[in-house]
T-cell receptor, first 114, second 113 residues
Framework: AQSVTQPDIHITVSEGASLELRCNYSYGATPYLFWYVQSPGQGLQLLLKYFSGDTLVQGIKGFEAEFKRSQSSFNLRKPSVHWSDAAEYFCAVGQMDSSYKLIFGSGTRLLVRP | GAGVSQSPSNKVTEKGKDVELRCDPISGHTALYWYRQRLGQGLEFLIYFQGNSAPDKSGLPSDRFSAERTGESVSTLTIQRTQQEDSAVYLC???????????FGPGTRLLVL
């Protein structure tokens, strides 16, 4: 069965430091991959997505992610974190059957130290 | 333009009561999804609509849960005889067509006492 693993429940970084959030997936075919961010009291916002092509994907707010097929990973990165990046981050894979429903990881909560 | 809207934003109910949750998708979006997010967890898929039909109901946890969509627009998720384990945030998403990006609403936070 398809699944997504985000091994880090919480991550704390200092403002201005670099960030990498890990995501591993289990999927039989070439996956559609997504990163969403959920800020307190708000809905999910799409940061970036990978469908095909260049394995390094640029998103909004200075985020990027790299698809590595050999490692079944789609890690999210940002070179310099801002305090406003504190939120919960979800990795998801799109199940390309009759519905394209999303299968989500359990999320990583990012805390930013001033 | 307007995004996905959901109502109510919060709902407190007593165990055993029925509740209805509403989703208004982005105008023109043919695909609509319902997800559930339990506290501290990721989102779980519940049901998918293409137009007014629901070809994938595989995520509905029990027969107490049902959903419908009318006019290829608004959708209602109904939970009958609510249980405490139904407490969660229920999120709706829509996309132009099913393989396009899903846009999420703010969710309905349901608390069953």
């Amino acid at each position: 069965a398809q699944s997504v693993t985000q091994p880090d429940i919480h991550i704390t970084v200092s403002e201005g430091a670099s960030l990498e959030l890990r995501c591993n997936y289990s999927y039989g075919a070439t996956p559609y991959l997504f990163w969403y961010v959920q800020s307190p009291g708000q809905g999910l916002q799409l940061l970036l997505k990978y469908f095909s092509g260049d394995t390094l994907v640029q998103g909004i707010k200075g985020f990027e992610a790299e698809f590595k097929r050999s490692q079944s990973s789609f890690n999210l990165r940002k070179p310099s974190v801002h305090w406003s990046d504190a939120a919960e981050y979800f990795c998801a894979v799109g199940q390309m059957d009759s519905s394209y429903k999303l299968i989500f990881g359990s999320g990583t909560r990012l805390l930013v130290r001033p | 333009g307007a995004g996905v809207s959901q109502s109510p934003s919060n709902k407190v109910t007593e165990k055993g009561k029925d509740v209805e949750l509403r989703c208004d998708p982005i105008s023109g979006h043919t695909a609509l999804y319902w997800y559930r997010q339990r506290l501290g967890q990721g989102l779980e898929f519940l049901i998918y609509f293409q137009g007014n039909s629901a070809p994938d109901k595989s995520g509905l946890p029990s027969d107490r849960f049902s959903a419908e969509r009318t006019g290829e627009s608004v959708s209602t998720l109904t939970i009958q005889r609510t249980q405490q384990e139904d407490s969660a945030v229920y999120l709706c998403a829509s996309s132009l067509v099913m393989q396009e990006t899903q846009y999420f609403g703010p969710g309905t936070r349901l608390l069953v006492l």
